[in-house]
């Protein structure tokens, strides 16, 4: 498969994505990040071991994505809430990769209505070419071209989520 990015250049990238987080927030404010299962665990793990300067403190979310296609289904569906709730916290949402942006979309309304003091979106990957609602991404790692993508966390039919690395996959 082609290698789009290095596991080199996704690990520079996210330290840079850690201190624009941790310079946008008061000193001494604490973050919530809730990552979305399962394409978001890698990205997560490296992106709260990057985040030194700040009290972090972590839940995670589970939503239904592509069953075994490499097409969106347009459906939403929650697999797995929170443990605990959003109220007055400063809540980052940790995702893969924002394609069309209804997954976004979905989560991002339902958290809301948690009542959280902030909100807001951090993506490794964005496909913009791709969108079909507009949602907003405070942090985005890579803006990558309409080509899907597997490994560091990304998956095709549950396969290649172990690769430090993220490749293209042939013939789609
Ligand atoms: P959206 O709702 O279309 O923005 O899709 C978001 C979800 O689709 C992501 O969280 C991924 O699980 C999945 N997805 C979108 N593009 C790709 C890709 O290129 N590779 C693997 N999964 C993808």
Redo the contacts with the bound molecule.
């Keep these: 498969m082609e290698v789009l990015l290095e596991s080199e250049q996704i690990q520079s990238r996210i330290r840079e994505l850690a201190a624009a987080i941790e310079r946008d927030y008061p000193p001494g404010e604490e973050i919530h990040l809730v990552c979305?299962l399962?394409?978001?665990f890698m990205f997560m793990a490296d992106l709260i071991r990057a985040m030194t300067g700040t009290r972090v403190t972590l839940d995670f979310i589970a939503?239904s994505?592509?069953a075994h296609s490499?097409r969106?289904s347009?459906e939403?569906r929650m697999l797995k809430d929170l443990d605990t709730g959003l109220e007055g916290r400063n809540v980052i949402i940790v995702?893969?990769?924002?394609?069309?942006?209804?997954?976004?979309?979905?989560l991002q309304d339902i958290l809301r209505a948690r009542a959280p003091k902030t909100l807001r979106t951090a993506c490794l990957?964005s496909?913009p070419s791709?969108?079909?609602v507009d949602?907003a991404v405070e942090y985005v790692g890579f803006t990558?071209e309409d080509?899907?993508?597997?490994g560091y966390g990304?998956?095709?039919a549950e396969k290649y989520r172990n690769l430090a690395h993220i490749a293209v996959?042939d013939g789609?």
Aim: aromatic fraction near 10%; charged fraction near 25%.
């Design positions: 979305v399962k394409g978001g939503v994505s592509y490499t969106s347009g939403v995702e893969d990769i924002v394609d069309t942006g209804l997954t976004l979309t979905y990957l496909k791709r969108r079909l949602v990558i080509r899907f993508v597997v990304l998956d095709y996959l789609q």
